[in-house]
């Protein structure tokens, strides 16, 4: 079957450590995003990739790092510079950019005390 | 700066009622708008996508409508059944290289 994986399902953290999400995709989808969501609020995007090897900022970056070495995978890295990590993070792909909808995995929540 | 809205925030009904759910943006330029579902605790699944020259798009027993001109679309759903009960999303792409997603609305349809 066709879809996205985002591991783990939850996380635990300390404040002070960094952390890798990760999420893997077998669609040979060109373009893959990190959304972060939290109560209330729309979602909203972190980082976005439209290829291998090339990836934009999104409208909340600071305290993230991402990687696309590889067409099926899109970690994201949450640092101790992130002020809030707290939320549930959702990865997405889309065959194309702009006028492709957009394919979403199941999430991964992150709590760090 | 595009903002998506979506009213009501949330609503019940009971099974068999044909119920709209609405969204508005205050940016026309849009490529396209896409509605989405999102069970608790879980990722959002893709239902229509409404390119900007469309009107409407029907999947089942959903049909999304758009109206670019006065920023709204609404989702259809004919026939209610608990199962439908989620959290629906909609989300614009306009001029900058992202979609803009609303708040959504919950619905709840009991027996």
């Known amino acids: ?113 | 700066k595009q903002e998506v809205t979506q009213i009501p925030a949330a609503l019940s009904v009971p099974e068999g009622e044909n119920l709209v759910l609405n969204c508005s943006f205050t940016d026309s330029a849009i490529y396209n708008l896409q509605w989405f579902r999102q069970d608790p605790g879980k990722g959002l699944t893709s239902l229509l996508l409404i390119q900007s020259s469309q009107r409407e798009q029907t999947s089942g027993r959903l049909n999304a409508s758009l109206d670019k001109s006065s920023g709204r679309s609404t989702l259809y759903i004919a026939a209610s059944q608990p199962g439908d009960s989620a959290t629906y999303l909609c989300a614009v792409w306009g001029n900058t290289d992202k979609l803009i997603f609303g708040t959504g609305t919950r619905l709840q349809v009991f027996p």
């Open chain 1, 1 to 113: 079957d066709g879809g996205i994986t985002q591991s783990p399902k939850y996380l635990f953290r300390k404040e002070g450590q960094n952390v890798t999400l990760s999420c893997e995709q077998n669609l040979n989808h060109d373009a893959m995003y990190w959304y972060r969501q939290d109560p209330g609020q729309g979602l909203r995007l972190i980082y976005y990739s439209q290829i291998v090897n090339d990836f934009q900022k999104g409208d909340i970056a600071e305290g993230y790092s991402v990687s696309r070495e590889k067409k099926e995978s899109f970690p994201l890295t949450v640092t101790s510079a992130q002020k809030n990590p707290t939320a549930f993070y959702l990865c997405a792909s889309s065959i194309g950019f702009v006028n492709s909808p957009l394919h979403f995995g199941n999430g991964t929540r992150l709590t760090v005390t």
